[in-house]
């Protein structure tokens, strides 16, 4: 169900997660991370995600995976970029200057396609879905990562028995639950605020927490 849902949002264009600028938390909190020069970096579910330029401008190969073949191609459309596509290991890599993104289902990717990967930026995907598929999620991203991988962790938190998501409510509890047996995991940030997405306010919910956590995945 999930898998219809989201090729239906970008056939339908309902794409209201998607942000035209950088995420300013992105900005703010991933120098800290102090990464070798050039390293690669994923961003898992990626969309058309303007972060991966903005990654890719800070010297990074950027690797992503994303379902909707239509996602990847407007990624690429809306720089201009060319892009080659080839197979890889059950997935078609689609290779432009910014980015290379993996089109197909994310519980196919394997560690050798993030070979050599160091960080991880999660905007969108843990908050993307239901509960019972985030601890599949965090577990399939944890086995393809390599040892000593920082993650760059986005979450918010609002009353889920008002509105259904996504994006969903993720507590900080359920971050540790997910994670803290494998990864460090440390808050960078957490506040309140009342910008909220419309359809939420009309069911009630008038403040959000966004929350930027940093986990270091165990040696």
């Known amino acids: 169900m999930e898998r219809r849902f989201w090729l239906e949002r970008w056939s339908k264009n309902q794409i209201g997660f998607h942000q035209e600028q950088f995420n300013p938390t992105l900005v703010r909190h991933w120098p800290g991370l102090d990464l070798p020069a050039a390293c690669p970096v994923f961003v898992p579910l990626c969309g058309k995600t303007r972060d991966m330029r903005w990654l890719s401008m800070q010297g990074h190969k950027v690797l992503g995976i994303e379902l909707s073949e239509l996602a990847v191609d407007a990624y690429f459309d809306e720089s ?115 910008q909220v997405p419309p359809h939420f306010r009309s069911q009630g919910v008038e403040r959000i927490t966004n929350t930027a956590y940093h986990l270091r995945k165990n040696e």
């Open 80 to 194: 201009g970029e060319p892009v080659s596509v080839t197979e890889e290991q059950g997935l078609s890599c689609h290779r432009g200057q910014t980015a290379e993104i993996y089109q197909g289902d994310f519980f196919d990717l394997t560690a050798a396609h993030l070979k050599g990967v160091r960080a991880c930026f999660d905007r969108g995907s843990l908050v993307a879905l239901p509960v019972d598929m985030r601890r599949r999620y965090a577990d399939h991203l944890l086995r393809v990562l390599d040892d000593d991988v920082q993650i760059l962790l986005l979450t918010v938190e609002y009353d889920q028995a008002l509105v259904a998501g996504p994006p969903h409510s993720v507590s900080e509890d359920e971050v540790r639950e997910l994670y803290g047996k494998r990864c460090t995991v440390n808050v960078l940030e957490s506040s309140s605020s009342d």
